[in-house]
């Protein structure tokens, strides 16, 4: 059985992003509430799969807003880069992102819309289409990490076990897909059993190979909502590569412009 779309933010995470991309708000399906509980299966058995995504799903998303967040790149030997954004959002299907600095990046920027994805750079002066499985501009994300709302569409979850991490005691969900078209062959998720959220994900190829694993911290109120306002992604191919998302503020309680969402604004100085 096929998972309802699960709309991940940046955090996006995320992000969330979630992440991004989440792909983050800890709700109870509403913008407006700041708490949410375990998910249970019935007379007491273990929830499915499906449940614990669902739940996740009402735990960590809103469907409109604007987030501030830096996004700070690690390499071995190198000084941290990092780059501040800001991210619109509106609905499943549509998402902004904008550099903001440093000033060489400043007026960059993506655009998703439906399956869409471009890319802009000022100084080759027009967006440009762009694939969900290239990283994000030098780090350890895909776009689709960052981007894609509904990550989980094309994936079929299965409770495979419990387990203890960090203290937290977790239910462990493998999503897995035969779809080529899509960036990962699976996905594995520990999520917390008292509140929904995740603790860590990791991102398979379909040859079976841990690409990269991703960690949910510093969980908080922000924006009204409660969630991990830090995710670090690990990779798991190079040894000491990092991509850490801080989010900096976040309005959940207005909704973008639909002028946002295009190629004009995309291009437009900022």
Not at 226 to 245: A, C, D, F, K, W
Request: charged share 25%; hydrophobic share 40%; aromatic share 12%.
């Amino acid at each position: 059985m096929r998972v309802k779309p699960i709309y991940r933010y940046v955090l996006c995470w995320l992000l969330a992003f979630s992440v991004f991309w989440p792909f983050w708000p800890q709700s109870a399906g509403t913008a407006g509430s700041a708490r949410t509980t375990g998910v249970a299966g019935a007379a007491g058995a273990a929830p499915s799969g499906e449940e614990i995504m669902a739940a996740l799903d009402r735990a960590l998303n809103s469907y409109q807003g604007t987030i501030l967040m830096d996004l700070t790149v690690i390499r071995p030997g190198g000084t941290p880069r990092t780059s501040r954004l800001r991210v619109y959002i509106s609905g499943t299907e549509k998402m902004c992102l904008r550099y903001l600095e440093p000033a060489r990046e400043r007026g960059q920027g993506y655009l998703r819309v439906g399956d869409e994805v471009w890319m802009y750079l000022p100084n080759a002066g027009r967006s440009l289409r762009m694939s969900g499985r290239q990283n994000l501009q030098g780090t350890d994300l895909a776009n689709d990490d960052m981007l894609r709302l509904d990550l989980f569409r094309d994936y079929d979850p299965v409770l495979v076990g419990e387990e203890t991490v960090e203290e937290q005691d977790c239910w462990v969900v493998e999503l897995a897909t035969t779809d080529p078209s899509v960036t990962y062959g699976k996905m594995i998720y520990w999520v917390r059993k008292n509140d929904s959220l995740p603790v860590k994900t990791e991102y398979y190829s379909f040859a079976g190979k841990l690409l990269k694993t991703m960690y949910y911290k510093e969980i908080q109120e922000i924006g009204g909502l409660v969630r991990p306002v830090r995710m670090e992604v690990h990779s798991n191919l190079r040894e000491g590569y990092q991509t850490i998302l801080t989010m900096i503020e976040a309005d959940f309680a207005r909704a973008v412009d639909d002028a946002v969402f295009t190629r004009d604004f995309l291009e437009q100085k900022y």
